[in-house]
């Protein structure tokens, strides 16, 4: 069942939840498939609608830092990453307290567990359940990420009992993960916050001097950063500066481009060159030339600054084949 944001969804989504039901829910990042963070049997359904392998663990979703504090251990820096990111693109990876009432299933194994505070409707459903929500992007395992409830429908249809139609997701790539070790701040994942508004934030934090590290680039730390994800059906061909037969074309910007008119189809992510819309329209672009059959994506250079850093992290792995 399809249905638009509004009051009413939200008492629909927490009475689908508390009967252990999934649900997809728009975030400001990507759409989220939830479930109770609390129940295995729901956290099952998840693992099962996306064939999501048990190792790959779920990010838990807060309505706040109050409610974070019940389940995780959290230092100063964290603490005033949260305060100055939340509710947003952020997820925090902390050691989660031993008692803590986060379900095992959602853990693969982990002593820690990624925390989130999600904007819109998604944190009005947490603070009406009451409870953490995990959930991962709402599409199959690695396959691309869900930015509308059309997409999420035909990635999961007959699997999720609900999905909440809120449009399309604003920022449109999934939330950065980093994780706070010894003064140092790990990048997991780039994401909707980028490395350049992190660092404005760090350049303000007065206990110690943090230096970044990016390490999503070159080492798998979070277990769902495999080498191929977010794979189209087709190929996808990276920083092409020449469109080759039958071809379709992800353009960004003005950039030259030989043969571009033997591209049976096109789209551009941003004419004016802006990360920020290029992100927006990241997901929806490669599932709409997807859905076209063409063999190939060629897809053109993209900055690798700002957002576009998150860009080139899923394009790249789009294009990885094993
Ligand atoms: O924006 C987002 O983060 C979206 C929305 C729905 O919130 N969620 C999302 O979830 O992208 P998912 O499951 O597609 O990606 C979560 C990533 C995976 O790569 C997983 O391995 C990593 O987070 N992760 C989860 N728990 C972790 C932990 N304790 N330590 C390291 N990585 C972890
Ligand atoms: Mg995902």
Redesign the pocket.
């Known amino acids: 069942m399809i249905v638009e944001e509004g009051k009413n969804s939200i008492n629909l989504a927490v009475d689908f939840l508390q009967r252990g039901e999934i649900v997809a829910i728009p975030t400001e990042t990507v759409y989220g498939l939830a479930a109770d963070a609390t129940n295995s049997s729901a956290i099952e359904k998840i693992y099962k609608a996306k064939n999501r392998p048990l190792y790959n663990p779920l990010i838990a979703h807060v309505a706040d830092i109050t409610m974070a504090q019940k389940y995780c251990n959290i230092d100063n820096l964290s603490m005033y990453l949260m305060k100055e990111f939340w509710p947003g693109a952020l997820s925090l990876v902390l050691p989660l307290y031993r008692d803590s009432k986060i379900n095992d299933k959602a853990l693969a194994g982990l002593s820690t567990v990624a925390l989130r505070c999600p904007q819109g409707i998604f944190n009005d459903i947490i603070n009406a359940f009451k409870l953490p929500l995990v959930a991962?992007?709402a599409?199959i395992s690695g396959s691309i990420?869900t930015t509308n409830a059309a997409a999420v429908a035909q990635n999961l249809k007959e699997k999720v009992s609900l999905i909440i139609d809120g449009g399309a997701c604003p920022i449109g790539v999934?939330s950065t993960i980093i994780k706070v070790h010894e003064k140092k701040l790990f990048i997991l994942r780039p994401g909707g916050i980028s490395y350049e508004i992190l660092r404005l934030a760090l350049d303000k934090f007065i206990d110690f001097d943090v230096e970044i590290v990016d390490i999503a680039s070159d080492k798998i730390e979070a277990p769902?950063m495999l080498s191929s994800h977010y794979a189209p059906n087709a190929f996808v061909r990276l920083n092409a500066t020449e469109i080759y037969e039958g071809e379709a074309l992800l353009a960004f910007g003005q950039q030259d481009c030989k043969n571009v008119k033997k591209a049976v189809f096109s789209l551009n992510l941003s004419i004016s060159s802006n990360l920020e819309e290029a992100a927006h329209n990241l997901f929806n672009f490669l599932h709409l030339l997807d859905k076209k059959n063409v063999k190939t994506i060629a897809v053109q250079p993209i900055p690798n600054k700002g957002l576009g850093v998150a860009i080139n992290d899923r394009l790249t792995r789009a294009a990885f084949r094993k």
């Open positions: 991962p992007s599409n990420s999934e769902g």
